[in-house]
């Protein structure tokens, strides 16, 4: 069943070459990559891909999920708009029905555009933060943390998102370019993916606790 903690990482990916880093969870459970297989071939079919990989891990007391989201792509000449259009969508695209909506922010950082949402699903904290990157070669790096549950080790996964990084340089960028293929929609088609895994993660808890 731990699969269903997983479903959340289909919004992610990178390149061999490049892989994000994050700390803080030396106390945690990492899910076996092999039971999110599955999920991540699933965003390998999201137009534009380049690549996609992802872990995920569990508190100890099964109350918090920690999603590790590692995603690349490319579309046209990227540029500072597309990435806040991206941005945009993954935003959209995790409001689905019984979702509230909490907050949402996006910023640049030199060339790194550095993103958070918050939502509430099912009475549950979903907390985002999202970092993207242009590399030399113009493909888009999204380095993601998701953190869902309560209490204690939802804030340590909130202070984990701190050190989240997208393991490339990033390289200078234009205001805009060429956006190729549209990139709000894209956004949107992983941030409904993104909402969903967290639905499947909800549902786990609830059959668990009937036990």
């Not at 990033?170 to 992983?190: K, N």
């Amino acid at each position: 069943m731990r699969i269903l903690w997983a479903l959340a990482i289909v919004c992610s990916a990178a390149t061999a070459q490049a892989q994000a880093r994050v700390e803080g969870f030396d106390d945690w459970e990492l899910v076996d990559g092999e039971l999110i297989q599955p999920q991540l071939d699933n965003v390998r079919a999201v137009p534009g891909t380049v690549d996609v990989s992802g872990r995920a891990w569990i508190s100890p007391n099964a109350e918090a999920q920690a999603t590790l989201i590692d995603w690349a792509f490319q579309h046209g000449t990227p540029g500072r708009k597309l990435l806040l259009e991206t941005e945009r969508g993954a935003v959209s695209g995790q409001r689905g029905e019984g979702t509230e909506h909490v907050s949402d922010n996006a910023h640049f950082e030199g060339d790194m555009l550095v993103a958070q949402s918050t939502d509430k699903i099912e009475g549950q904290l979903v907390h985002a933060e999202r970092r993207y990157v242009v590399d030399a070669s113009g493909v888009v790096h999204v380095a993601m943390l998701v953190c869902t549950g309560q209490g204690e080790w939802l804030s340590s996964c909130e202070a984990a998102q701190q050190t989240l990084s997208p393991g490339v340089d990033a390289v200078a960028i234009p205001d805009d370019a060429d956006r190729g293929l549209t990139p709000y929609q894209l956004g949107r088609i992983t941030g409904m993916i993104c909402g969903a895994g967290v639905l499947a993660w909800l549902v786990w808890r609830f059959a668990r606790s009937q036990r």
